[in-house]
């Protein structure tokens, strides 16, 4: 590893079996050889709490600690993340171990940060539906709501006469006979969002009191079911996991093309995407990427090995978006159970693969680089997880995602060469943002309109759509003070069918009808306005394809007074202090700037 230019390892995030083999009994023996080999080698470490494989026999002593899936079905031992985050005996353990691991390693400083669990919501387990969930969640409501009557007026019960008399009578919204009430549903996301938060400051509280060394944990790609900005609030590093290849084949709606095009690459705006997200997650902008993937995964649909240049382009595309480390995961293939056909930087039998060689070259020319210094974006995306649940709560039309809304607009704003700051919408300093977008923002949080003031702002489709327990407000959003628009009817569409827009592009999925006295910038083909705005503040009423999408943003950037170029397809640039970074996603090389690029390489010029 060292040789490599690898400096940073993590190590011990599974390995609670042989770390208390049985209750009680600890056997570090074999942990602080490992901590002695690297550290010796120069290696910094960060030390994994194990809670997201508990061992066997903690079924024994909590055999309701398991989490139940919507059928109600146990999700069981014999993978990982077997547990619910609701049950307390078993928060209570994790809370333990941390403390054990914390006792022993926290003042040593070989060891020089924490990774606390691994990849809260992996394999789709936030939301339970088990008996510890149920009752919390009961718990929970009755904070919220302090009175059952509170609930029903809040929730919309007289419907259907879905009206509780106690909060003991509220069971979890799943195996219901059609849809459950959506005040409920959100309610339960909510709530299943907190008990992550919950669970993680335990740990958090175990390992603060003893070490002062930074707490990370590793996020994922497209996971939403909990808020990472409040789970990250407690922490000093975000990271995420980046699996591109993976993540085209297994997580993204793109055509058949798209997925061909960069089959071996990746898709050129998911990595910036969750860059941007996850350095506006960390605290003061601190983040990694704790696993890269080096080469074939074995979890994806179908599993092809990155276009010679791609490690090396991922990891330089994490370092022009601020990452401080790079990690890749895994150092050797293990032979052996689930992830034997994982590809690591060594294969199984420990000869370098692909992979390693365009490691070391990322050390050796990170070596001569100059610290990549961040400067604040012009132009930010406004990202919220609550609007995420509730659009997925309430959908109105097949395939209505916030996140593939939010992903678009990233794409186009990416696609003409600007750089992205991503922000919370508890954001309310947007000075220096000269452009803001903020689509499908579901309840718009007081203060944030009044933040909006001084930049060019694009809100809509389904802005302020909603009160924040799910109901549609009065008056009808979205219901901005600068602006005149009323949002009076929607209409959801099938995947083939579009409104052509005036001038060119379309919507689709999504179409609202405008009244109110701002003026229309855009109209469908019949007369429909597409975008009313007043001065700076744009209300957009439909989901745009990607043409629609590249006039808006050209025109709104050219209002805001940014600057736009027009870039190869597949190309993407990142400006930091001192230089401008480009990515050529593509398996031709691109003619760019005068320079012309390899197929999956980077340049950059010096500014
Ligand atoms: C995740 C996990 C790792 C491993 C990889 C495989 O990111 O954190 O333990 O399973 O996926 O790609």
């Known amino acids: 590893m060292a040789e490599a230019g690898i400096s940073w390892v993590r190590i011990g995030e599974f390995a609670w079996s042989r770390l208390e083999p049985s209750a009680g009994v600890f056997t570090f023996d074999w942990l602080d050889r490992a901590i002695e080999v690297l550290s010796n080698a120069g290696l910094k470490i960060i030390l994994g709490t194990p ?103 809040a929730w919309g019960n007289v419907f259907w006469s879905m009206e509780y008399g106690d909060f003991d009578e509220i069971d979890l919204p799943n195996l219901t006979v059609t849809q459950p009430n959506p005040s409920h549903e959100l309610a339960f996301r909510r709530f299943s969002s907190d008990q992550v938060v919950r669970y993680h400051e335990v740990q958090v509280a175990a390992l603060r009191v003893r070490t002062d060394r930074p707490l990370i944990h590793n996020y994922m790609g497209r996971v939403l079911d909990f808020d990472h900005f409040e789970v990250g609030a407690a922490l000093d590093i975000a990271s995420w996991d980046s699996y591109p290849i993976g993540f085209l084949s297994d997580r993204l709606e793109a055509s058949a093309a798209h997925k061909i095009r960069y089959l071996q690459q990746g898709d050129p705006d998911m990595q910036g995407f969750h860059h941007d997200l996850y350095r506006a997650v960390g605290k003061e902008g601190r983040w990694w990427v704790m696993e890269q993937q080096p080469g074939p995964v074995n979890w994806a649909p179908f599993n092809p090995a990155p276009l010679p240049g791609m490690v090396r382009l991922w990891s330089w595309e994490a370092f022009a978006h601020g990452a401080e480390v790079v990690s890749y995961f895994r150092w050797r293939q293990a032979p052996f159970a689930q992830e034997q056909m994982h590809a690591g930087l060594r294969r199984p039998d420990d000869a370098p693969a692909p992979g390693l060689a365009e490691v070391t070259q990322v050390a050796r020319e990170i070596a001569q680089m100059p610290d990549i210094a961040l400067q604040q974006a012009e132009v930010a995306l406004i990202f919220d997880y609550p609007s995420e649940w509730a659009w997925t709560t309430l ?66 489709p389904r802005a302020n759509a909603v009160t924040p327990e799910i109901s549609i407000p009065l008056p009808m959003g979205p219901n901005l003070a600068g602006l005149d628009v009323t949002v009076t009817q929607v209409e959801t569409l099938p995947p083939q069918i579009a409104r052509t ?47 629609l999408w590249a006039r808006l943003v050209a025109d709104l950037a050219k209002q805001a007074g940014v600057n736009t170029r027009e870039m190869p397809e597949g190309v993407r640039l990142r400006a930091t202090q001192t230089h401008v970074f480009a990515f050529n996603y593509n398996a031709e090389a691109v003619a760019f700037d005068g320079v012309t690029i390899p197929p999956a390489g980077v340049h950059w010029w010096p500014v």
């Open 51 to 153: 809670t997201c494989t508990p061992p066997r026999r903690m079924l024994e002593q909590f055999p309701d600690m398991l989490a139940l899936d919507a059928q109600g079905q146990p999700r069981k031992f014999g993978a990982r993340r077997h547990y619910c985050f609701s049950h307390a005996g078993y928060r209570a353990a994790s809370g333990r171990i941390a403390e054990i691991l914390g006792d022993r390693y926290g003042r040593d400083t070989r060891i020089h940060g924490w990774q606390i669990d691994n990849e809260y919501g992996c394999h789709d387990t936030v939301l339970s539906y088990s008996d510890a969930a149920r009752d919390a969640f009961r718990d929970w409501l009755a904070a919220r709501y302090v009175t059952v009557e509170a609930l029903n007026a």
């Open 395 to 460: 959908p109105q039309g097949q395939g209505f995602s916030y996140f593939a809304l939010m992903l678009d607009a990233y794409r186009a704003l990416r696609a003409q060469g600007l750089s992205i700051d991503i922000l919370p919408s508890t954001v309310r300093d947007l000075s220096g943002y000269r452009l803001v977008l903020a689509p499908g923002l579901a309840t718009l949080p007081d203060g944030l309109e009044a933040a909006l003031t001084g930049a060019v702002t694009l809100i809509g």
């Open 501 to 547: 827009v005036k001038g060119g592009g379309a919507l689709h999925h999504w179409v609202e009808t405008l009244e109110g006295t701002a003026q229309t910038s855009y109209e469908t083909d019949n007369g429909q306005a597409v975008v009313k705005h007043t001065g700076n503040l744009h209300y957009l009423a439909g989901w745009p394809d990607a043409t």
